[in-house]
């Protein structure tokens, strides 16, 4: 007769609430008991990267795969996508400044990580979408609300891109000055004077 070992888990995670039966503790892991942290996603992705502080993390999709593609296996990924979100809503312009999509070509964007997830998915719509190519508009890398915002992992960018680390300020504020155009985040500028440059249609889904 064999005895079955439960082994303890920590996982860290963000609400959400499609998930909470298993964070709450209410749907039970076969052979495991999971004690789940609640953080932030950007201090999850962070102290995961950093430091393996847990066993099990939420991570960025865009930082994982910078990862995998540069050799480091050191993660091993899950087919388990938590966050699911239509990026159309995540482009912030100054009022009144830039009304269609298509008006971005030629523009400065500012996004806060190259490798972040939600900045990997609203280049493709600009290049696949709205048929602006990357190599076409400048782009600047800050926090969104604060300064000294940086990559967490080595970039090998396209041939013509042209990315710009700005870490003594913040996207929200070189919007409202006017050195930016439009500001591609998944969180928004924290200032009036932004707008969000939404799309038709588009909304969360299962968040």
């Known amino acids: 007769m064999t005895t079955q070992t439960t082994v303890d888990l920590t996982l860290a995670m963000a609400y959400y609430e499609h998930v909470a039966g298993l964070t709450s503790g209410r749907v039970p892991v076969e052979g495991a008991r999971v004690r789940w942290l609640e953080l932030p996603v950007e201090e999850i992705f962070h102290r995961f990267y950093e430091y393996r502080e847990w066993e099990l993390s939420e991570m960025s999709m865009g930082k994982y795969i910078a990862q995998v593609s540069q050799g480091d296996d050191s993660m091993v990924g899950l087919p388990v996508f938590p966050s699911r979100v239509f990026r159309h809503s995540a482009f912030y312009v100054r009022a009144g400044e830039i009304t269609a999509p298509e008006r971005l ?11 972040q997830t939600a900045a990997v998915y609203m280049r493709g719509l600009l290049t696949q979408e709205w048929g602006i190519p990357l190599e076409e508009v400048r782009w600047f890398q800050a926090g969104v609300n604060q300064p000294g915002r940086r990559e967490h992992v080595k970039l090998a960018l396209p041939p013509g891109v042209e990315l710009t680390p700005v870490p003594g300020r913040s996207l929200n504020d ?28 588009a909304a969360p889904v299962d968040r």
Request: aromatic residues 2%.
């Open 105 to 115: 070509r030629g523009k400065r964007l500012g996004i806060p990580e190259w490798a």
């Open 174 to 201: 070189m919007l409202l000055a006017g050195d930016i155009d439009a500001v591609l985040s998944a969180h928004p500028p924290a200032r009036r004077g932004a707008r969000g440059a939404r799309q038709p249609g």
